[in-house]
């Protein structure tokens, strides 16, 4: 069964940074590229970020140059450093298994001052 757990959200200033984490089981994780996914208030989810088992990532355009993906095949966990934050990066955050369907529970990002 697969489960994926996100972690590290927060209150945050503009232009702050967060790192944000996705604890993965059940399922061979190092065989598998990992999305990373936001969705803000009344708004639809969005892709965010992506990394391929041997590392190629993916961004979308409103978080490139600010948002870094990473992964530790050893630790099954895949990272979102997330900078220069703005408060419409405000969402709830969550990390995905590209082409399963089971989604973790979140992690809130606000920023604000």
């Known amino acids: 069964q697969v489960q994926l757990v996100e972690s590290g959200g927060g209150l945050v200033q503009p232009g702050g940074s967060l790192r944000l984490s996705c604890a993965a089981s059940g399922f061979a994780f190092g065989d598998w590229s990992m999305l990373w996914y936001r969705q803000g208030p009344e708004k639809a989810r969005e892709w965010v970020a992506s990394?391929?088992?041997?590392?190629?990532?993916g961004y979308g355009d409103s978080v490139k140059g600010r948002f870094t993906i990473s992964r530790d095949n050893a630790k099954n966990s895949v990272y979102l450093q997330i900078n220069s934050l703005k408060p419409e990066d405000t969402a709830v955050y969550y990390c995905?298994?590209?082409?399963?369907?089971?989604w973790g529970p979140g992690t809130q990002v606000t920023v604000s001052s």
């Open positions: 995905k298994v590209n082409g399963l369907d089971s």
């Open positions: 990394i391929t088992p041997t590392g190629q990532t």
